[in-house]
């Protein structure tokens, strides 16, 4: 089994729900394939979850804090593990012309989650589909996960970064398996 602590921070689109731009209405709110049997698995296995979304649609004013909050209400009432499935949830509103706060790649919520929790970070994994994602977990300086589903082109920006700890799964699920040591024992689904 997994040794206590280990703590996930997801990446929203393209991560958990399918990534469709400026996302507002919560009816369009759709899980990934495989993303609830992930979530299940890693709840049981006592990881803490972390949300962890850059939403540039409220500083561009097409969207608003209110309406990413009712999407992420419907994001777990499909996942099926209530509303505090999430152990924190940094959402980082900023446009990429603002003052970068908490919109990934900067580390600040990680790290502040780090510090809070009295994490270690080599037990700490930023999991998402975009190169800010993983800038964002290199930067905390803890394991960053690239969600791959479209064969890897994706990738091309993996080789500048010299973090071994950076590794591709084409799922959130096939992440899971290896987290949780399903692959390797040979007793996945
Ligand atoms: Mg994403």
């Known amino acids: 089994m997994v040794a206590s602590k ?12 399918a990534d469709k731009n400026y996302l ?9 394939p495989g993303v609830s049997d992930a979530i299940s698995s890693l709840k049981l296995a006592k990881c803490m979850l972390f949300l962890f979304s850059n939403q540039s649609g409220i500083g561009r004013r097409i969207i608003s804090m209110d309406d990413v909050s009712r999407c992420n209400l419907r ?22 012309d603002d003052i970068s706060v908490y919109r990934k790649p ?6 502040e989650m ?4 009295d994490l270690s970070k080599e037990n700490c994994y930023m999991v998402g589909d975009k190169e800010s994602d ?10 960053a996960i690239l969600i791959v589903a479209d064969g890897g082109t994706k990738t091309s920006f993996l080789p500048h970064q010299e973090n071994k700890s950076t590794r591709v799964f084409p799922s959130l699920l096939e992440f899971s398996k290896w987290l949780l040591g399903e692959t390797s024992s040979g007793t996945q689904k």
């Open 6 to 17: 280990i703590a996930i921070f997801l990446d929203r689109d393209g991560t958990i729900i």
């Open 24 to 32: 507002k209405d919560p009816n369009g709110v759709e899980l990934l």
């Open 106 to 111: 900067s580390p600040r919520f990680i790290v």
């Open 114 to 117: 780090i510090k809070k929790f």
């Open 134 to 143: 993983i800038l964002a977990g290199i930067n905390a300086q803890i394991n």
């Open 75 to 96: 994001m777990m009432e499909l996942l099926g593990h209530g509303s505090n499935i999430f152990d924190a949830i940094c959402i980082a509103p900023e446009s990429p």
